[in-house]
């Protein structure tokens, strides 16, 4: 993975010192808060309901153990002893005190991390597909072009001041596990008609109270002139999003009044003066950075198979970890473990102390020290031999992180709601849990097989509850929460906005509702092989609807 | 009725103006500001900024019930109580982070 050069570190350093200089200055009284909140922000410190809340930046979601490692003890000796991974693959702790954050922010240094651009209208952390690298289908490792543009946009002068936030997310295989539709900018690795391979653009992605599906804006960008062309697309939203009003800032509204015809004219004058310049990337410093995400020294190995039934006779839970929570690697004999941060009752998302020095443990011994975390709210271990699981599993089920229900029922995506965040109406994370809890049944699960429910607290949608196979969108209304219910949602390539089947329900009828859908999907479907989002787009909202608020 | 709460500088923990002019962590130490002590209550809030130590200061309107102070709005009772999932014991001040008007 990709090392700081001395410039990275005393950029970092220098900040770091801005930053304490800044604290203290509020804590003495010399600036207030009015003066002090752009520049906490800036550093990804939030004042939520209870306490501050401190967000830290995972870099196309790719660690370390030695980062991981340090975040478990930032947990540990600065906070509560556990974080929360979030959608955006970053982790955020939600009890620091103000004169504790530039010494946490002082030992992120110390691993190559740091917290700039995780809030503010700025280009925020770069999101991939969380198995990038290590996935059989995809066409090459998105990595080294995410991290430089992670170097591109980082304090980039123009783009520090946007008319609001701006998220980028990339994928190079051709099954979207990065809701690559669903960003600002969503970048694709594909093959042009020579082979060669360069990245299609869409634009204008986004959830929150405006839920927008990308416009493809150019189906070919060369490596070499992507910085130039995103550089572009940043300028014209830069010009002409709307800053007048902060609910149609983010360029999906631009991209919508303007159409993307015109804005493909604009950014492609724009881009034309720029082509070929400054922001040219050779393809000498794309090798260098390439070579910091050089496949690992994988070994030629025997066992490229597992038996999955037959470790299922012989350990039930074993075999059904092994069925849901492996994805094909493109090394024989090795496969990517999801981890998953969705026991039942839990909090989504959130790992202890003692559970991300486990991991750390793991990745080191058996994943050529590599971790992600995915946009899912999981981590992974993109590297694991075939030889090595039942070891690997063994140990996360001594850390209780041995559940095997990736992509089921119980793996939802849930944002921390009402009960930690400040913008929130509605509690988001007790919903997850009863609904864990009601469909805690195993085989349950698996009779149900792929279904995402996504949770969010508020209309800002960061649960992506728009996208959710089954949405919940939590309101408050005359002093109640109350949840909308959505269906047919998906971030995929097959991206689809979730229909709202009906009036908002008390959070107790949440998990009663969502039987309900879940029992009509089962009596309707072809058979077991038809998921339930296939179900949907044959049957039509109509039986969900019913189901929920019968026919009349 | 309403009362004043905010987030102390320091902790960032949940705080109430009690009847002393202290911020404290206990919302049934709040002072309850009456309808018609409106100009007491903005005065209360303007000695506050002064201080700089209150941030996210609000005026939250409450009930009392049975002589507690119930607040209107549900997300005023989380920040009363702590997290309700998972539970979590609030933030609590630190020996320096005692402010009063």
């Known amino acids: 993975m990709y090392r700081y050069d001395d410039f990275d570190a005393a950029f970092v350093k220098e900040r770091t010192a801005q930053f304490r200089d800044q604290v203290e200055r509020r804590v003495r009284g010399e600036i207030n808060e009015d003066q002090f909140r752009p520049l906490r922000l800036m550093n990804g410190l939030y004042l939520q309901l209870h306490a501050y809340m401190f967000r830290i930046a995972i870099p196309y979601g790719t660690l370390d153990s030695r980062q991981l490692r340090k975040l478990a003890y930032i947990a540990r000796t600065y906070d509560r002893g556990y974080g929360h991974f979030t959608t955006r693959t970053n982790i955020q702790f939600n009890w620091p005190r103000l004169k504790d954050v530039p010494d946490i922010v002082e030992h992120l240094n110390e691993v190559e991390m740091h917290s700039i651009q995780t809030s503010g209208n700025c280009i925020r952390n770069i999101s991939t597909d969380q198995f990038a690298g290590a996935a059989a289908d995809e066409i090459i490792d998105p990595r080294p072009v995410a991290e430089i543009l992670r170097q591109w946009s980082s304090l980039h002068p123009e783009f520090s001041y946007l008319p609001r936030k701006f998220k980028i997310a990339m994928t190079a295989a051709p099954h979207d596990r990065a809701a690559i539709k669903f960003h600002d900018i969503g970048l694709k690795a594909v093959r042009n008609e020579a082979g060669d391979i360069g990245w299609e653009v869409w634009v204008g992605g986004g959830l929150g109270r405006t839920p927008m599906i990308a416009k493809l804006i150019r189906p070919y960008v060369e490596h070499e002139n992507l910085l130039a062309y995103l550089e572009a697309v940043l300028r014209v939203y830069n010009r002409y999003g709307r800053r007048d009003n902060k609910f149609k800032a983010r360029i999906k509204i631009l991209v919508h009044e303007t159409g993307i015809d015109k804005i493909r004219e604009d950014v492609e004058e724009e881009f034309a003066q720029m082509k070929g310049g400054q922001l040219t990337l050779p393809q000498a410093e794309l090798d260098r950075i390439t070579a910091y995400f050089a496949p690992p020294p994988f070994e030629l190995v025997n066992v490229t198979n597992i038996d999955i039934a037959r470790e299922k006779q012989a350990d039930p839970a074993y075999g059904e970890w092994l069925e849901r929570n492996l994805h094909t690697h493109r090394q024989p004999g090795y496969v990517s473990v999801t981890i998953s941060l969705k026991p039942i009752g839990g909090a989504p998302g959130d790992a202890t102390a003692e559970q991300m020095d486990t991991v750390a443990e793991l990745a080191e011994k058996y994943s050529f020290d590599e971790l992600r975390v995915t946009h899912e709210q999981n981590l992974v271990l993109p590297h694991v031999k075939i030889s090595d699981l039942r070891t690997v599993y063994d140990a996360l089920l001594e850390a209780e992180l041995a559940d095997g229900n990736a992509g089921l029922i119980t793996d939802t995506i849930t944002c921390p709601g009402l009960d930690f965040c400040s913008l929130a109406n509605a509690r988001s994370i007790p919903i997850a849990q009863e609904i864990t809890r009601r469909f805690a049944d195993t085989a349950r699960q698996r009779q149900i097989g792929d279904l995402k429910i996504k949770i969010s607290g508020c209309i800002n949608a960061c649960g992506h509850h728009h996208v959710g196979h089954i949405g919940i969108l939590g309101v408050e209304k005359k002093g109640t929460e109350l949840y909308q219910i959505s269906v047919g949602g998906d971030g995929t390539e097959n991206a689809a906005i979730g229909d709202i089947l009906g009036h908002g329900l008390v959070a107790d009828e949440v998990p009663v509702a969502i039987e309900k859908l879940v029992d009509t999907y089962i009596a309707k479907r072809t058979s077991p092989d038809e998921p339930f989002i296939a179900a949907y787009r044959r049957l039509g909202e109509a039986p969900f609807k019913e189901a929920l608020y019968g026919n009349g | ?101």
Request: without cysteine.
């Open chain 2, 1 to 101: 009725m309403d009362i004043l709460t905010g987030n102390e500088l320091i902790s960032g923990a949940t705080v109430y103006l009690s009847k002393t002019g202290e911020w404290v962590e206990d919302l049934q130490q709040a002072r309850v500001f009456l309808k018609e002590e409106a100009e007491a209550r903005d005065a209360a809030v303007a000695a506050t900024k002064k201080t700089m130590r209150i941030n996210s200061l609000e005026i939250e309107t409450v009930q009392l019930r049975d002589g507690t102070i119930y607040p209107d709005r549900i997300r005023e009772r989380i920040r009363a109580d702590g997290p309700t999932a998972p539970r979590f014991d609030r933030q609590h001040l630190g020996q320096d982070d005692h402010v009063s008007i």
